[in-house]
Nanobody
Framework: QVQLVESGGGLVQAGGSLRLSCAAS????????MGWFRQAPGKERELVAA????????YYADSVKGRFTISRDNAKNTVYLQMNSLKSEDTAVYYC?????????????????WGQGTQVTVSS
């Protein structure tokens, strides 16, 4: 079992930045692919960014390319999502997810573990 805890959300003005963190505990000695998802009110959950265990492979949704960066520090069992140039449409609850695999995954149902989510609100 792996437990994931997100932090770093909050209220920010448009154009500002936030860095989300996702700390993993439990069976963290295994290799896990990681993803950041978000869900806005009335909308479906969407994948924002994904990262393989090695960090060699990344994915970004078109809506965040060039603004968001996903990274990981395996020694600290932590994954980050640096969010720059935030827009009001980035407002959502952000979730991190883990998949017991060295690959990279794009579908939420493929992930094995989820955090509780952290709210990001961007004011215009």
């Amino acid at each position: 079992q792996v437990q994931l805890v997100e932090s770093g959300g909050g209220l920010v003005q448009a154009g500002g930045s936030l860095r989300l963190s996702c700390a993993a505990s439990g069976r963290t000695s295994n290799r896990y692919a990681m993803g950041w998802f978000r869900q806005a009110p009335g909308k479906e959950r969407e994948l924002v960014a994904a990262l393989s265990w090695s960090g060699a492979n990344t994915y970004y949704a078109d809506s965040v390319k060039g603004r968001f960066t996903i990274s990981r520090d395996n020694a600290k069992n932590t994954v980050y999502l640096q969010m720059n140039s935030l827009k009001s449409e980035d407002t959502a609850v952000y979730y991190c997810a883990a998949k017991y695999s060295g690959g990279i995954y794009y579908i939420g149902d493929d992930y094995d573990y989820w955090g509780q989510g952290t709210q990001v609100t961007v004011s215009s």
